[in-house]
T-cell receptor, first 115, second 108 residues
């Protein structure tokens, strides 16, 4: 389809393992966001890309979290040494440009469970 | 204090009733305001933008009060399908700051 695509849709992993979550934004969208949403909370900002560069990574909770977008399209969120507290849905969103806040498009999320 | 605050609910409302939610925000420099709807285990979807003059989309009316820094959403003639969590979102530059959402349950 033409929407934001996220894989895997569900991931169960053991504490301490490494996880990669992938986001394929809408073609041509230059801005890409990662959010994390825990149960009963709104989405929490993690990182924002404009093109290939991370324009703002201030939301990454610690150095176990890292994200890349090497070609300005697909992005991967990487979590090292996962902890049970990392369990959440990780949402990716894209927009045509950084000032198009009212046309942000979300993927369906990657549901991560750390056991 | 959270940057965007909402009553978490749940609001239990009979079908056909009118229901209103409020949301307050702390950053007076915020530029844009939105209501999103999120169904259980689904991603948020834009319901409507909120303009200073107030705006209406069918049964939904949104209002913004910049002086008091709050946003409201009114749903008239509520339907069973309106049951969802409603998230208030405030934008400053590229940043979207989300409320935790208000859960609405419409009962037959």
């Amino acid at each position: 389809g033409a929407g934001v695509s996220q894989t895997p849709s569900n991931k169960v992993t053991e504490k301490g393992k490494y996880v990669e979550l992938r986001c394929d934004p809408i073609s041509g969208h230059t801005a890409l966001y990662w959010y994390r949403q825990s149960l009963g909370q709104g989405p929490e900002f993690l990182i924002y890309f404009q093109g290939t560069g991370a324009a703002d990574d201030s939301g990454l909770p610690n150095d176990r979290f890292f994200a890349v977008r090497p070609e300005g399209s697909v992005s991967t969120l990487k979590i090292q040494r996962t902890e049970r507290g990392d369990s959440a849905v990780y949402l990716c969103a894209s927009t045509p440009a950084q000032d198009s806040g009212n046309t942000i498009y979300f993927g369906e999320g990657s549901w991560l469970t750390v056991v | 204090r959270k940057e965007v605050e909402q009553d978490p609910g749940p609001f239990n409302v009979p079908e056909g009733a009118t229901v209103a939610f409020n949301c307050t925000y702390s950053n007076s420099a915020s530029q844009s305001f939105f209501w999103y709807r999120q169904d259980c285990r689904k991603e948020p979807k834009l319901l409507m933008s909120v303009y200073s003059s107030g705006n209406e989309d069918g049964r939904f009316t949104a209002q913004l009060n910049r002086a008091s820094q709050y946003i409201s959403l009114l749903i008239r003639d509520s339907k069973l399908s309106d049951s969802a969590t409603y998230l208030c979102v405030v934008r400053s530059n590229y940043q979207l700051i989300w409320g935790a959402g208000t859960k609405l349950i419409i009962k037959p």
